[in-house]
């Protein structure tokens, strides 16, 4: 079936206005680092929340979500709903700091918030982790999302289309820079929303509705577990470990851990990039706000409709091994594998594709063993791909050509914006808190515009290069939650206690990544090696490591992604709580100068009894007041509206609506009482002694908590 023409119109409009306003703003992107990174720090609160709704939107997200409701359920959604709580802390206290510290990046923050040699290297090796790691990582699971698009909607080669839509994101965003990424992200924001929209409820439609779906959980064809918005328990009671099934243990730590855990609880890299660009301080604080109602209670509902109405008519399809043996060759460009009894029988051949209730465009296309692996009979050699559901659905239900074409352009405008996105914050790690900072100090802006653009394009291969070596989105998106998982109490204790210092950052980071990479592929390397290497083959026993004994934290002797996480917190906050205690405590003096830019709550009676002159922060309780009612707003409207489209009846949508209604009340008063920034930032008077962080240990210790 091929591509109707009203389909590649709308595409080629989107394009072009992108291409255009990288031209028309290239001058002015060009004229300094501030303006190509942070568009001069003018962005009103609407622009800046948009921006950040619109490349948290990457083409990649409807195809995850869709897998995890075919596979899990609903609930499965926790892991990242359970960030909302970070957003508020984000909004009501981080946003805030972030604007007055006035940084480029997340980075830069380590010297102006600690000081001394300690500071720089840490600058430098968050420098690295973002540039090189975290952002190429994001990039490379937005190019396999990429790609299975394109394989089910255009008829065209998945690389040479990948390559081109990377080209023209990387035109327009090396011309302009942030103003590139920043305006075509409020028009993606539009069309991602008409275009889910409309695909919801042509799905929706198309499928029968909630009728047809209440039938397919009484035929046995969806599971009541896979429309619950939490995972229901056991037979026993709470005290019984049949209770603690392996679902509900993993939505527990998603929403007792994982929300403060992760590296992003006090903003993350795109986020704070859009509040360091923000106009003032208040656009920084509701343009935050504005973006967690819309990523968290807003948008979620049309991607997870299409994923519902997909398990109506969308079995989950298996090829399956005809006898016990090896497999001794698989293609899966040609559907086919063979399979070896043992070396006295011929090979048999088997079909992957082509399998009972396979259709053209749904059918088992994701391999689920390699070549040489050993097989049972009945094993599932391939099954359809779970995230490929949404396009597929895409393609059958949306019958009126432009809607397609505008749902199309969404998904290529949301890969662009994701792609321009991290190409460009990737680039001002590079240039910011690398390059400049310890390569070439004192060039022109010209200069570093163009190393900038240059790092862009580094940034893109190297993701690409990733893209390579994977073929699940899922798999790398929760190994990217554990990567830097335990960082997260050190990034909001660095804001609210003095005695934090920079090396407690830096063993948070290094021990969250080092265990994160060990529990997931150790025991692949050491199975790897130990086959491939006979003195090596002492590495056996560490590649078929069994968990069994976490319990509901361990699935058939693997370990889930709770229980992955909880190891990598565990681990991450010990070492550096450890370290925090063993070092020196660092001199109030050297905190002066963050202190009085940022006045931040919390533990700093040292610092502050050095700074009579400036008053005390004194808004914790509307703090504490707009946090609360932000996540009842938010979590309000999100269960209203599921509540309503899933007809739970009305006593529940309600109960749902009455709880997003008070948390709008609690965050206005707390918007009113929050206290107003500084007119004009306080410099440190001339008669206060400063001195470095870095005091080697030698530093008297400082009274105070």
Same mark, same amino acid.
């Given at each position: 079936? +091929?591509?109707?023409?009203?389909?590649?119109?709308?595409?080629?409009?989107?394009?072009?206005?992108? !291409?255009?306003?990288?031209?028309?703003?290239?001058?002015?992107?060009?004229?300094?680092?501030?303006?190509?990174?942070?568009?001069?720090?003018?962005?009103?609160?609407?622009?800046?929340?948009?921006?950040?709704?619109?490349?948290?939107?990457?083409?990649?997200?409807?195809?995850?979500?869709?897998?995890?409701?075919? %596979?899990?359920?609903?609930?499965?959604?926790?892991?990242?709903?359970?960030?909302?709580?970070?957003?508020?802390?984000?909004?009501?206290?981080?946003?805030?700091?972030?604007?007055?510290?006035?940084?480029?990046?997340?980075?830069?923050?380590?010297?102006?918030? &600690?000081?001394?040699?300690?500071?720089?290297?840490?600058? !430098?090796?968050?420098?690295?982790?973002?540039?090189?790691?975290?952002?190429?990582?994001?990039?490379?699971?937005?190019?396999?999302?990429?790609?299975?698009?394109?394989?089910?909607?255009?008829?065209?080669?998945?690389?040479?289309?990948?390559?081109?839509?990377?080209? $023209?994101?990387?035109?327009?965003?090396?011309?302009?820079?942030?103003?590139?990424?920043?305006?075509?992200?409020?028009?993606?924001?539009?069309?991602?929303?008409?275009?889910?929209?409309?695909?919801?409820?042509?799905?929706?439609? +198309?499928?029968?509705?909630?009728?047809?779906?209440?039938?397919?959980?009484?035929?046995?064809?969806?599971?009541?577990?896979?429309?619950?918005?939490?995972?229901?328990?056991?037979?026993?009671?709470?005290?019984?470990?049949?209770?603690?099934?392996?679902?509900?243990?993993?939505?527990?730590?998603?929403?007792?851990?994982?929300?403060?855990?992760?590296?992003?609880?006090?903003?993350?890299?795109?986020?704070?990039?859009?509040?360091? /660009?923000?106009?003032?301080?208040?656009?920084?604080?509701?343009?935050?706000?504005? &973006?967690?109602?819309?990523?968290?209670?807003?948008?979620?509902?049309?991607?997870? $409709?299409?994923?519902? +109405?997909?398990?109506?008519?969308?079995?989950?399809?298996?090829?399956?091994?005809?006898?016990?043996?090896?497999?001794?060759?698989?293609?899966?460009?040609?559907?086919?594998?063979?399979?070896?009894?043992?070396?006295?029988?011929?090979?048999?051949?088997?079909?992957?594709?082509?399998?009972?209730?396979?259709? %053209?465009?749904?059918?088992?296309?994701?391999?689920?063993?390699?070549?040489?692996?050993?097989?049972?009979?009945?094993?599932?050699?391939?099954?359809?791909?779970?995230?490929?559901?949404?396009?597929?659905?895409?393609?059958?239900?949306?019958?009126?050509?432009?809607?397609?074409?505008?749902?199309?352009?969404? !998904?290529?405008?949301?890969?662009?914006?994701?792609?321009?996105?991290?190409?460009?914050?990737?680039?001002?790690?590079?240039?910011?808190?690398?390059?400049?900072?310890?390569?070439?100090?004192?060039?022109?802006?010209?200069?570093?515009?163009?190393?900038?653009?240059?790092?862009?394009?580094?940034?893109?291969?190297?993701?690409?290069?990733?893209?390579?070596?994977?073929?699940?989105?899922?798999?790398?998106?929760?190994?990217?939650?554990?990567?830097?998982?335990?960082? +997260?109490?050190?990034?909001?204790?660095?804001? $609210?206690?003095?005695?934090?210092?920079?090396?407690? %950052?830096?063993?948070?980071?290094?021990?969250?990544?080092?265990?994160?990479?060990?529990?997931?592929?150790?025991?692949?390397?050491?199975? &790897?090696?130990?086959?491939?290497?006979?003195?090596?083959?002492?590495?056996?026993?560490?590649?078929?490591?069994?968990?069994?004994?976490?319990?509901?934290?361990?699935?058939?002797?693997?370990?889930?992604?709770?229980?992955?996480?909880?190891?990598?917190?565990?681990?991450?906050?010990?070492?550096?709580?450890?370290?925090?205690?063993?070092?020196?405590?660092?001199?109030?003096?050297?905190?002066?100068?963050?202190?009085?830019?940022?006045?931040?709550?919390?533990?700093?009676?040292?610092?502050?009894?050095?700074?009579?002159?400036?008053?005390?922060?004194?808004?914790?309780?509307?703090?504490?007041?707009?946090?609360?009612?932000? !996540?009842?707003?938010?979590?309000?409207?999100?269960?209203?509206?599921?509540?309503?489209?899933?007809?739970?009846?009305?006593?529940?949508? /309600?109960?749902?609506?009455?709880?997003?209604?008070?948390?709008?009340? $609690?965050?206005?008063?707390?918007?009113?009482?929050?206290? %107003?920034?500084?007119?004009?930032?306080?410099?440190?008077?001339?008669?206060? *002694?400063?001195?470095?962080?870095?005091?080697?240990?030698?530093?008297?210790? *400082?009274?105070?908590?």
């Amino acid at each position: 079936m +091929g591509v109707p023409a009203e389909v590649w119109i709308v595409v080629g409009i989107y394009v072009a206005l992108a !291409l255009g306003v990288g031209i028309v703003l290239a001058k002015r992107a060009g004229s300094s680092v501030d303006e190509y990174f942070l568009s001069g720090r003018n962005l009103p609160w609407w622009a800046v929340g948009t921006s950040m709704v619109a490349t948290t939107f990457a083409s990649d997200t409807p195809l995850v979500i869709t897998g995890w409701v075919r %596979e899990d359920g609903i609930w499965q959604n926790w892991q990242w709903w359970c960030l909302a709580a970070g957003g508020m802390m984000t909004t009501f206290v981080f946003a805030r700091y972030w604007r007055r510290a006035k940084v480029m990046t997340t980075a830069e923050l380590a010297e102006l918030r &600690y000081g001394g040699r300690e500071a720089s290297l840490l600058r !430098l090796v968050q420098g690295i982790f973002q540039a090189g790691l975290t952002n190429t990582i994001i990039l490379c699971w937005v190019l396999l999302a990429a790609a299975k698009i394109l394989g089910v909607l255009f008829e065209v080669d998945k690389v040479l289309a990948v390559t081109v839509a990377c080209v $023209l994101a990387l035109g327009y965003s090396t011309l302009a820079g942030f103003w590139a990424v920043v305006v075509t992200d409020l028009v993606q924001f539009v069309m991602a929303m008409v275009g889910s929209v409309a695909l919801a409820i042509a799905v929706w439609s +198309g499928i029968g509705g909630t009728e047809a779906v209440h039938q397919a959980v009484a035929n046995g064809v969806i599971r009541p577990e896979q429309l619950a918005f939490f995972p229901t328990p056991g037979s026993g009671t709470w005290s019984d470990p049949s209770f603690w099934t392996i679902p509900l243990v993993t939505a527990c730590v998603f929403l007792g851990v994982q929300w403060w855990a992760t590296d992003q609880v006090d903003g993350g890299g795109h986020v704070v990039q859009r509040i360091s /660009a923000a106009r003032t301080e208040k656009d920084g604080l509701l343009g935050s706000l504005w &973006y967690n109602i819309a990523h968290y209670a807003l948008r979620p509902w049309p991607w997870i $409709l299409v994923a519902v +109405g997909s398990l109506v008519v969308l079995p989950t399809l298996y090829s399956v091994a005809p006898v016990t043996g090896k497999i001794v060759a698989i293609d899966m460009d040609a559907g086919r594998a063979q399979v070896q009894a043992g070396p006295e029988y011929q090979p048999i051949e088997v079909d992957l594709f082509n399998v009972p209730g396979a259709m %053209e465009d749904w059918k088992p296309g994701q391999a689920l063993v390699k070549k040489g692996e050993q097989v049972v009979q009945g094993q599932p050699l391939t099954r359809t791909d779970p995230e490929a559901a949404y396009v597929v659905m895409a393609r059958r239900y949306l019958t009126n050509p432009w809607l397609l074409g505008l749902l199309v352009a969404s !998904l290529l405008a949301a890969f662009m914006s994701t792609v321009d996105t991290h190409t460009n914050l990737a680039s001002s790690f590079f240039v910011n808190d690398i390059y400049r900072r310890f390569i070439t100090r004192g060039a022109t802006d010209r200069h570093y515009v163009l190393v900038a653009r240059l790092a862009s394009v580094a940034a893109l291969i190297l993701g690409a290069t990733l893209a390579w070596a994977n073929d699940r989105i899922s798999d790398l998106y929760t190994f990217f939650l554990a990567f830097l998982s335990g960082v +997260g109490p050190v990034y909001v204790m660095r804001w $609210l206690w003095w005695r934090v210092r920079a090396t407690t %950052e830096i063993v948070a980071m290094i021990t969250s990544a080092l265990t994160a990479s060990a529990l997931t592929f150790g025991p692949r390397i050491a199975g &790897y090696l130990s086959g491939e290497f006979s003195s090596l083959a002492w590495l056996a026993p560490w590649s078929k490591v069994s968990w069994a004994r976490l319990g509901p934290l361990a699935d058939q002797g693997d370990l889930t992604v709770a229980g992955r996480l909880l190891i990598v917190v565990s681990v991450s906050t010990t070492c550096s709580v450890l370290t925090t205690l063993l070092m020196p405590k660092p001199h109030p003096e050297s905190l002066i100068g963050f202190y009085r830019r940022v006045r931040p709550i919390g533990a700093w009676k040292p610092v502050r009894i050095l700074c009579l002159d400036l008053p005390p922060a004194q808004d914790a309780k509307p703090i504490l007041r707009g946090i609360g009612g932000g !996540l009842a707003t938010i979590y309000g409207i999100l269960f209203a509206i599921g509540s309503y489209v899933l007809e739970r009846g009305p006593g529940e949508i /309600a109960l749902w609506t009455a709880m997003a209604g008070i948390g709008g009340v $609690l965050v206005t008063a707390s918007l009113f009482q929050l206290e %107003e920034p500084p007119a004009e930032e306080p410099t440190v008077p001339p008669d206060v *002694p400063t001195k470095s962080a870095d005091n080697g240990g030698t530093d008297p210790e *400082p009274t105070g908590t």
